[in-house]
C-alpha cells in the first residue's frame, strides 16, 4: 500500500513549498539555470511520517542526469530512512536506485508498534515523485518536525550539498540536525556558491536564527575579495543579531602534491580571513570564522576525490564545527 | 606519454601472474563463474613506479559492467594514487572513471624530483589495460615493493574487497599494507566467500606468513558449521606455525531493526565462534578470533547501505583488528 509523500511533513526547506525543491526557482528567475537546477535537488530536505508497518518501502522517480563518478548512487539518487529509538535518530535502511524510476524496500520484519520515521531525499538529484510503501492493514501518518530548536541556513558549496558522504543522511548538515535537534537548511551549490548578488538576497531573506557561510571553495580568491562583504551585511542588514559564521574552505587533497591547487586554496583562505577582518573593523557583530587548515585532519585520506570529503572526512568536520557553533547557537 | 604499467612492479597477488587478476582462473577451473569473474577484480592490486614527471596520468579500458549502487564509480572502476613522502604513502590523485575506456590526469604540477608511486587499481572491476602517462622529456621506472615485512593473505567478502570504501586506497587492506608496511593479499569475493572446499584449498596453497578469514558474513550459518574447520586445516596443514585469525562478521545495520537479519547475523556469528571453539579444543595452534560486535562502532553510522562499511565503518574495523593483529605478526 503507496501513500504519496506529498502528504507528509516536508523539512529543511527554506520557504514552505509544495514541490521537493530546496528553493522555489520560478520565484528568481535572475538566478543562473546551473544554480535553479541544483536547487531542484533534494539535498537536507526529509520527510517525517510515523507508521505501525514492520515493513517501509519507496517508490521514488528522479531525473536522467548521469550519476557521478566520485559519489555512490545512493547518495546521489537514492533514499536513507532513519526511525527514532531511546529519544534518538538511528539509521534503519537505504533506497537503492537503479533507473530513473524505482522501488526498493528500505526495512522489513521490524518488531511491532508506531514508529517515528525520517525519510532523506537524494541530495543530488531532483524528486519527480515518491510515494511511502507500508504493509496492507497498517497506518501511515505525516509526523511531526523534529528539528525546532533552532533554524540555521547553511549556504555553501558541493561540501555543504553532500558530496561525497555515503548516503544522504550522512551530509554533514543532516548529521548536525540529528545531533543539535536544529534544522539546519542545507543551500549547498555544489560548484556554484559563490555569492553572487541574487542569491546573497535569497539568502538573507530567509527566516533564520543563523547563518553559516560554507561557500569559500566555489569562487576565486578575487570573487571573494569582492562579494564576502556583501553576503554578510545583505543578512546583516536583516537580522541584527543572528550569528553568521564564516568557514574557510576545506584543504583541497588534491593539492597535496599539486603546487596550483593548494596556492589557490591557500588564497582563498587568506582572502576569507582578510575579508572576515575588514568586517570585524568596521563594527559587525556576531561574526564568526572558522579556520579550514584542520577541517579535514592531517593524513589526507579524508577525501573521496581530493575535493570532497568521505564520512572520514566529514567526521573530522564536525570534531572542529560542532564546537565552534554549538556556543553561539545556545 | 604512455607506458604500459604491465612493464611495471605489480604487488599484491598471491601467485605472480601476467595480467591484473588476483588468481589465475584457468588455473582453478573448478571454481563457479562468478568467484572466477570476482578473482578478475583489481582489488588489492597496486603498480609500484617511480617518476620524475610533475604530471602523472593514466589511461585504463574496465569492463562494460553496470556500476554498483553502493559504491562511487572511483571505488569500483577507477585509480587511486599514492606518494611516498618522507617515508609515508601520502593521497596524490584519483583516476576517475566515466566510460569503459577512460584517460584522467590524476595529479599535475608537482616540485620537481624524482617520487616514488603507488596506483592503486580498480577494486570492483577488471583492468583490460592500463597505462601511465607522464610529461615528456620525463622518465619513468618500475618501482620496488614497500610491503615485503610479511604477506598476509586475508580471505573474505564484498567488506574485504573493499565495498564501501570511498576509492580504492581506502579498502581495509589497503590501508592496513600502508600502515604495517605488510603485503595484505586482497581475496574478498563480494557475496561469494563462502569457504567451498576447492578454494578453501588454494587460500592454503599460498605462501604466506599468516592467513586472515573474513569470509563470516558470506556463508549461512549451516555453511559456517560445516565448511569452517576444512578451511582452518588445509591451511594449517600446509603452514604448521602461520597464525590463522578469524573474524567474525561485522554487524548488519540492516539489522539495525530488521530482526530476521540480526537474527541471521547472530547465528552466523554464534557458528562462528562455536567451530573456533571446537578447533582450539582439536589443539589447533595459533589460531585467534576478532569479536564482530564492535568492529562498526555503536552509533549505526558505519555503512553505506546497512551493510557494506563507509570509510568511518572501515576506520572502526581498522582501530580493533589492528592491535588484534599486530602482536600475532611480529
Known amino acids: 500500500m503507496y501513500t504519496d509523500a506529498a502528504s507528509m511533513k516536508l523539512i529543511g526547506q527554506a520557504f514552505p ?7 522555489d526557482t520560478n520565484a528568481h528567475r535572475n538566478f543562473s539555470a546551473g544554480i535553479k537546477r541544483l536547487l531542484t535537488n533534494g539535498a537536507g530536505l526529509v520527510i517525517s511520517f510515523k507508521t505501525n508497518s514492520p515493513r517501509i518501502a519507496a517508490k521514488w522517480c528522479v531525473s536522467s542526469s548521469k550519476p557521478h563518478n566520485n559519489m555512490t548512487p545512493i547518495v546521489d539518487k537514492g533514499l536513507d530512512l532513519y526511525i527514532k529509538r531511546n529519544g534518538k535518530w538511528e539509521f534503519a535502511g537505504v533506497g537503492r536506485p537503479n533507473a530513473v524510476c524505482n522501488e526498493f524496500v528500505m526495512v522489513k520484519d521490524m518488531e511491532k508498534g508506531e514508529k517515528e520515521c525520517l525519510l532523506y531525499l537524494p541530495t543530488y538529484d531532483e524528486v519527480k515523485s515518491l510515494s511511502i510503501g507500508i504493509d ?6 505525516s509526523g511531526n518536525d523534529p528539528f525546532t530548536k533552532k533554524k540555521v541556513v547553511i549556504y555553501g558549496s558541493s561540501v555543504t550539498q553532500g558530496a561525497s558522504a555515503s548516503r544522504p543522511g550522512m551530509a554533514y548538515p543532516a548529521r548536525l540536525s540529528r545531533d ?8 549547498g551549490l555544489s560548484g556554484s556558491g559563490k555569492m553572487e548578488k541574487e542569491v546573497a ?14 561557500c569559500f571553495a566555489n569562487p576565486s580568491p ?9 553576503i554578510v551585511k545583505a543578512i546583516r542588514a536583516k537580522h541584527p543579531n543572528a550569528p553568521i559564521i564564516m568557514i574557510q574552505s576545506v584543504f583541497r587533497e588534491t593539492g597535496n602534491f599539486d ?3 593548494r596556492k589557490f586554496v591557500e588564497r582563498q583562505n587568506a582572502n576569507t580571513l582578510t575579508e572576515y577582518q575588514k568586517l570585524l573593523k568596521e563594527g559587525v557583530k556576531h561574526l564568526y570564522l572558522i579556520p579550514g587548515d584542520n ?6 585520506e579524508g577525501t573521496t576525490d581530493g575535493t570532497h570529503p568521505n564520512d572520514i572526512g566529514f567526521d573530522r568536520m564536525l570534531q572542529v564545527i560542532k564546537p565552534a557553533i554549538s556556543p553561539l547557537l545556545n
Open 17 to 23: 513549498l509544495k514541490s521537493f525543491h530546496r528553493i
Open 136 to 141: 496492507s492493514g497498517c497506518k501511515i501518518a
Open 180 to 187: 543539535m535537534g536544529i534544522n539546519f537548511v542545507n543551500l
Open 201 to 214: 538576497d535569497m539568502v538573507a531573506s530567509i527566516q533564520a536564527d543563523a547563518f553559516i557561510l560554507d
Open 222 to 230: 578575487e570573487q571573494i575579495a569582492k562579494r564576502t562583504a556583501y
Open 259 to 261: 603546487l596550483t591547487v
Open 295 to 300: 577541517l579535514l585532519g592531517k593524513d589526507h
